[in-house]
């Protein structure tokens, strides 16, 4: 079978981790192989690191020259376009932490001729109504790297920024970022803004208090709800509100069981939603649901971080953005751990990062504006704005002063950059249409009846073979 890429390989392009750290005497990550540009995704089985090719662009990539050029190529100069008046922006940042962060970066744009209009709706809002508001969006859109993005590019729904990438992103984000920002046609749409990684999210004091360790097989994990559950804690807190919460559970079952190729082969429509090996997924994911709060698809993601925060729940399968529900974004009692082994044939090689980001509309009303702005959000003045109001995520540019991550955070890039393979997130990975309307509702109706799941597969399987032929 042809192996499925989504994204480029982290075994030729690496992960960034700041030239300013580097400088600073961070020596000791050459060798761990944590000085290449960034990217997300990576091909072949989860021990494999052969991938020197990205058959997205059919081009191959020497990454010692990779990283040269991201240690020593100059940033480029902000206010490459000339740019003035006023831009909008649309914002799905609606909590508290993220919205302030998006302030101060906004604040933080150098060129004082461009004014910048956020208009914010709720985060589940605008991602379940994407496809209304990409025909009569804001100039700068927020969105997710991967097939979602490329997905709308393809639609000629976004403008092409190639030219912003021309005019200092290349050096500033590095190739395998870039790859993860082109459309199928060879051209960039998007900027990568931040990123983060889907794991085992819990408070290290709990574990301290009742003695508790982080688990590295099923049997762990099991023994450790037991415990939890003895000590009236609800092991796992679980949400499904806006039915995306629950694909990140459904991920990590998944490419535990079966690894990495089976699961973007599935993803991408090359393997069958009714293979017993996805029938596995859900028998192991039904014995897991009584050590998960109870009726997740009324839950919000927010309201489930609450029962962690609260030590109500000892954990929670969600990305690092749960830190931004701890107050004042204090994450020194937040840990997480990636989630274990299930068939020792794949190990733990595989983690899931998402990609955050921005893109243009097609038509902007000030597009010089737009791009100045675009520019902005990939640089490190804008992402370390950002960050110092929402320590949550980490940022992909290679010049963000990681030295001032929280423990939490260079954790997370170091888990990142040391993992053989990376996937985005179920609806990232997928094209949006199967995800939102076939996915998402059918692993809903998992939670609701697990008896249903043959017919739920079936049905799944149906309409990926409309969804996601050729």
Known sequence: ?????????????????????????????????????????????????????????????????????????????????????????????????????????????????????????????????????????????????????????????????????????????????????????????????????????????????????????????????????????????????GRWPAMGTFDQLNFRLNGYQFHVDLMAGRESWTDERVKNVFTTWESLLPIHQENPNGRTWEEAAAAVVNKEAGMMTIGTFIGSQFPDGDTSDLDFFTFPELNAEHGTGTVEAPIDGWMMARSPSNENAAKELLYHFGTAVAQEAYLAEDPSVVAPSTDVDTSLYSPLQTKVLNAVAAAPNVTQFLDRDTSPEFASNVAGPALADFLADPSRIDSILEDMQAQAEVILAG
Not at 149 to 171: E, H, K, P, S, Y
């Open 1 to 241: 079978m042809t192996e499925t890429r989504q994204s480029p390989s982290p075994s030729a392009y690496g992960y960034s981790l700041g030239r300013r750290k580097f400088i600073k005497g961070a020596a000791g990550a050459a060798g761990a192989g944590l000085l290449l540009p960034a990217t997300l995704a990576a091909c072949g089985d989860d021990d494999d690191d052969d991938g020197a090719t990205d058959t997205d662009t059919g081009t191959a990539t020497d990454a010692t020259d990779a990283a040269t050029d991201a240690t020593q190529a100059p940033a480029a100069a902000p206010g490459s376009f000339d740019a003035s008046g006023e831009t909008s922006l649309g914002s799905n940042y609606s909590n508290e932490l993220p919205q302030n962060g998006l302030a101060a970066a906004v604040a933080a744009l150098p060129n004082a001729d461009v004014s910048v209009s956020i208009n914010e709706v709720d985060h589940n809002t605008f991602q379940e109504n994407i496809t209304t508001y990409l025909q009569n969006p804001d100039d700068v859109i927020p969105w997710f790297a991967g097939f979602r993005m490329r997905f709308f590019a393809a639609q000629d729904l976004l403008g092409d920024i190639t030219d912003v990438w021309d005019a200092g992103l290349n050096d500033l984000l590095g190739e395998g970022f870039k790859v993860a920002s082109t459309g199928d046609d060879g051209n960039q749409y998007f900027v990568p803004w931040t990123y983060y990684i889907w794991g085992v999210y819990y408070r290290p004091s709990l574990f301290e208090e009742n003695g508790w360790t982080a688990p590295t097989d099923l049997d762990g994990l099991q023994s450790l709800a037991s415990d939890m559950q003895d000590a009236g804690i609800t092991p796992f807190a679980f949400a499904n509100d």
